[in-house]
């Protein structure tokens, strides 16, 4: 049976500066660098070397193989001076069988490479391209007979559930290297076998399947394949997956087991301040458990593939996901091997993954291409692709706001969403009403998304009269008001999701007093603070009771009176000033009251069992630390 070891400890890292130092994994070089603005991050090859004896194997029975699941963005690999591996992709996972160049003691060595060039995406986007090994490595020992390693870096079973009225066929495809039969057992979510078959391409029939269900119920089995010889287990592979059955009306949207289900969600970007991409699963969890107390029901994981982990992290909670590559902003002729190889494994290493309803073509492709028809006809290749290898499921593109309605582009992949930001980068909220309005108008039959707005907001900027482009937390939740009123009056909408759920690095930005960085994230970059625009989705879209004071960390204010906004799930607030009652409303998601200010008053918003307080000071002169400084600026965007 197989084993695994991870090579985590004592890198010996030659970064830009050309000095070596010893470092554990994850990491990237670019953690400081690609954060800090001025778009002069540095992009090359550096090289990490490690020694580690051989693992205890039978070279008569056994293999060893070699496992990366992140290099940004290319990588090769050489094993005691004997290149292995070539990678081009950083956000995937491939292996190489080492056992013939296995000594007592071995010298890896990786040279990972996130250098500028016209063959491997991403290169033109707005966000940092780390380069590093961020992503396990690990060495698996496996029998000569075992279920294969050496397909696309998938898990070398796929498992198609089809839902037949009350019952589902579970077909279990098996990929063998060696010799063996294959044997199947399905478990329940208490580790009860419900079906057993055998056979490397086999469909079993379950009676009254237990639905994954989304958020409400993400009900789960397990499919153990073993590989048999002699009556005797010789290798195994355990997948979980979901039963469950998805379609897209264009004019009643999302359908989850035959009844409506609007999804309403984020993006998310994988990177931390001070860390990159180089994070550990306890900081997956976190953001999963802040997206789950938003109340999201849908994730975009943009604009590539991200941990493994996080997929199963859908799975478990019941996110319904988009998942792409990222093939992104401009289309490079050379890059089209790049563009297929990376969906060929996006596709085989996340198959498996009930979560998953969408494969992601592209993103805002538009932007910079010159060779439109190449790119089209990419886009078709892709589109095929997805076809061919995944019957299921659909899939879809992102369009950039100056690529309209009538643009072929937008019109080849199964679903499209428009990633739009009416109200900021141009003034006029309503103009999201009419966009939307004139492409259903247009286009009755073509299911329609919105797959990225949103609005830069700081915590520590504040205005009484806050407008757009002004970067302050007060305008941010204006614009996320008007969103979601917005999308209410569109419930055709095949999916909606924020951009985004977290502030990320971009390191060619320079907007908000904070360079380097995308400040539209509803949580800061260190996940530490939940702008005013967290709590207006949580108002939508969460059960879990709450109240929130609005603009609690604008303190000082220069009225003689101000307006308390509280934001909640439940039907009624009560606001007290300075311990006394002043107010009662009742209503939906926003609350308005008028307090007087004279000298420094207590707010405090009672909404049944929830209390939520914060404390305004009447000043004299506005506190300047609330307004965005005037200095001259590289970048007012990445492009």
Not at 57 to 82: H, M, Y
């Amino acid at each position: 049976m197989r084993s695994t070891t991870t090579l985590m400890k004592n890198w010996q890292f030659t970064g830009p500066d050309g000095k070596t130092i010893t470092v554990d994994l994850p990491h990237t070089w670019n953690n400081i660098d690609g954060q800090d603005g001025g778009n002069d991050y540095w992009r090359g090859s550096c090289t990490y070397k490690t020694s580690f004896a051989a693992p205890a194997f039978d070279p008569a029975a056994q293999q060893v193989w070699l496992q990366f699941e992140g290099v940004g963005d290319s990588a090769k690999v050489s094993l005691n001076g004997t290149e292995i591996a070539n990678h081009d992709g950083g956000f995937s996972t491939f292996r190489v069988d080492i056992t013939a160049l296995l000594k007592e003691q071995n010298e890896l060595t990786v040279i990972a490479d996130n250098s500028k060039n016209d063959f491997v995406y991403p290169q033109k986007a707005d966000f940092t391209f780390y380069g590093g090994i961020y992503r396990t490595v690990s060495l698996l020992v496996v029998s000569k007979d075992h279920i294969a390693l050496d397909h696309l870096g998938g898990p070398g079973v796929q498992i198609t559930p089809t839902v037949q009225g009350t019952n589902a066929d579970i077909r279990v495809e098996t990929r063998v290297s060696g010799e063996g039969e294959v044997a199947i057992s399905i478990l329940d979510a208490e580790g009860r076998e419900v079906l057993a078959g055998k056979g490397g391409d086999t469909t079993l029939t379950m009676e009254h399947p237990h639905l994954w269900d989304g958020i409400c119920d993400p009900y789960l089995y397990t499919c153990v394949v073993r590989l048999m010889k002699n009556g005797q287990p010789v290798d195994e592979v355990r997948q979980r997956f979901g039963v469950r059955s998805f379609s897209v009306d264009a004019k009643q949207g999302f359908f989850l087991n035959g009844r409506p289900y609007p999804l309403h969600g984020v993006s998310r970007h994988q990177d931390r301040k001070g860390l990159g991409n180089a994070i550990t699963r306890e900081m997956h969890d976190e953001d999963m458990q802040l997206i789950k107390e938003l109340g999201a029901n849908t994730i975009r994981l943009a604009h590539y593939q991200h941990d493994q982990y996080f997929y199963d992290l859908c799975d478990e909670v019941g996110m319904v996901v988009w998942a792409e590559i990222p093939y992104i902003s401009e289309h490079m002729p050379n890059g089209r091997a790049n563009t297929i190889s990376q969906m060929k494994e996006l596709i085989v290493q996340n198959y498996n993954h009930a979560s998953i309803v969408c494969w992601g073509v592209s993103n805002e492709i538009t932007i910079s291409t010159k060779n439109n028809r190449d790119m089209r006809d990419n886009h078709r290749q892709l589109n095929d692709l997805c076809h061919e290898m995944d019957k299921t499921r659909l899939t879809t593109l992102a369009c950039y706001a100056m690529c309209g309605p009538f643009n072929p582009v937008a019109h080849i992949t199964d679903l499209v969403s428009w990633n739009l930001y009416l109200g900021w980068y141009v003034p006029g909220l309503f103009l999201n009403d009419l966009w939307m309005d004139f492409f259903h108008l247009c286009y009755p039959n073509r299911p329609l998304g919105f797959s990225e707005y949103g609005a830069e907001g700081m915590p520590n900027l504040h205005s009484e009269h806050p407008r757009r482009g002004d970067h302050t937390e007060e305008y941010q939740a204006i614009y996320h008001e008007y969103m979601l009123e917005c999308f209410a009056r569109h419930k055709w909408l095949w999916s909606t999701h924020v951009w985004n759920m977290y502030d990320f690095a971009a390191d060619a930005r320079d907007q908000g007093g904070e360079p380097g960085m995308n400040h539209k994230g509803l949580v800061t970059f260190d996940r530490k603070t939940r702008k005013d625009s967290f709590y207006i989705y949580k108002a939508w879209w969460s059960n879990e009771p709450f109240v929130h004071i609005c603009s609690k960390r604008f303190i000082d204010r220069t009225q003689n009176e101000i307006e308390v906004k509280v934001y909640s799930n439940q039907k009624q607030v009560t606001l007290y000033a300075n311990g006394e009652k002043l107010a009662e409303q009742e209503g939906e998601h926003i609350f308005r009251f008028r307090v007087k200010l004279d000298g420094e008053v207590k707010v405090q918003a009672v909404a049944g069992d929830c209390i939520d307080e914060a404390a305004f000071r009447k000043v004299s002169t506005p506190n300047p630390v609330y307004k965005l400084g005037k200095k001259k600026s590289t970048s007012a965007n990445w492009v």
